[in-house]
């Protein structure tokens, strides 16, 4: 069974950097996009960032896009999020998520049919 596995979560101060990774594994297993969804505590959770494989394009929500970078491997099935100027406002679990099936909702979650556990991301002022 394929597991998404999230890791480089942490506590940082204001204005620092993270970069969060996440691995498949438990194939056989291939993607059509990855990305990473966030959610605060009291709220839903939402999107991120997204990598579509075919020609390498990403998608930033406007609350992180200058800020974040999404990045990976298609052929290993894994997905970076670098996360600069982190703001106080960043903190939240933050999930990995792959679409196997070439779903066109790559901002919403039923575009993806697998799933991490989250990485918790705490930024302090």
């Known amino acids: 069974q394929v597991q998404l596995a999230e890791s480089g979560g942490g506590l940082v101060q204001a204005g620092d950097s993270l970069r969060l990774s996440c691995a498949a594994s438990g194939g056989p297993f291939s993607s059509h996009a990855m990305a990473w969804f966030r959610q605060a505590p009291g709220k839903l959770r939402e999107f991120v960032a997204t990598?579509?494989?075919?020609?390498?394009?990403?998608y930033y929500a406007d609350s992180v896009k200058g800020r974040f970078t999404i990045s990976g491997d298609s052929a290993k099935n894994t997905v970076y999020l670098l996360m600069n100027s982190l703001k106080p406002e960043d903190t939240a679990i933050y999930y990995c998520?792959?679409?196997?099936?070439?779903?066109?909702?790559?901002?919403?979650?039923?575009?993806?049919?697998?799933w991490g556990q989250g990485t918790q991301v705490t930024v302090s002022s």
């Open positions: 990598i579509n494989w075919s020609g390498d394009n990403t």
């Open positions: 998520a792959a679409d196997s099936y070439g779903s066109s909702w790559y901002s919403l979650e039923p575009g993806y049919d697998y």
